[in-house]
């Protein structure tokens, strides 16, 4: 179904997310169909694209200030927050495929936000470890925020011209992939943080093996086959 005719109807939540843009198992399985419902709803009200993702910046930011500051219920209110901006996030991309309004503009727009959103997912992550095991190693702060912005970096490659560089899902690399999905991700800081606060150290060195892990394999794969061409 065209843009044209899909705002002169009555779209579905499933014309919605037959635009979205794919991820992880998690986001695909809840984010994704989430964020056609607020597609939809943005849809009805006659919400721009660009709107959504603002509102998804503001709420992602909240999300954080609430894990850091509201104890056991901030933090289940926070992780709630952080996928709902996620789920917004989502959400503006299908409704600009959708209506026809996806520009360059709105694309930059976006990443922009999910910059932002994650510089504050990773700033309350840190700032919970280091309160809650004030013995952290100083080093841990930085290399989590550098190996955690892997995922942001790649998400696009993924997209672009730079995409062959990236590794090819199969075996091991399936289920690294799954652990790096954004949803994955922000679900188990969460959990981690409502729960156990005390382990948010040993999460952070973990995620970080991980995505340095996926970083180093990624940069053998694109040599190689710059190596072949």
């Not at 939809?40 to 694209?49: D, S, T, V």
């Not at 503006?92 to 709105?106: E, F, I, M, N, Y």
């Not at 943080?193 to 053998?220: D, H, Q």
């Amino acid at each position: 179904m065209g843009a044209k005719a899909i705002v002169e109807g009555s779209p579905a939540p499933g014309d919605f997310y037959a635009q979205h843009r794919g991820g992880g198992l998690l986001t695909e399985a809840f984010n994704q169909r989430v964020g056609s419902l607020l597609a939809l709803a943005a849809f009805r009200l006659g919400m721009p694209p660009s709107v959504v993702t603002v509102l998804g910046l503001v709420v992602g930011l909240t999300g954080s200030v609430l894990m850091l500051t509201g104890g056991a219920a901030g933090a289940l209110a926070g992780l709630l927050a952080w996928h709902l901006a996620y789920s917004l996030d989502c959400a503006d991309g299908q409704l600009a495929r959708v209506t026809g309004k996806a520009s360059p503009a709105g694309g930059r727009l976006d990443v922009l936000c999910d910059i932002a959103v994650q510089i504050g997912v990773v700033t309350a992550v840190g700032a919970i470890a280091a309160r809650s095991s004030p013995e952290t190693a100083r080093w841990l702060a930085p290399m989590f925020a550098g190996a955690w912005l892997i995922n942001l970096f790649t998400s696009v490659l993924a997209g672009g011209p730079g995409s062959a560089s990236l590794l090819p899902s199969g075996g091991v690399v399936r289920v690294v992939k799954l652990i790096r999905d954004y949803a994955a991700l922000i679900t188990s800081c969460g959990l981690v943080i409502w729960l156990r606060p005390e382990w948010t150290v040993w999460l952070m060195g973990a995620l970080s093996l991980v995505n340095g892990g996926f970083l180093a394999l990624s940069i053998v794969q694109a040599l190689r086959r710059s190596l072949a061409t």
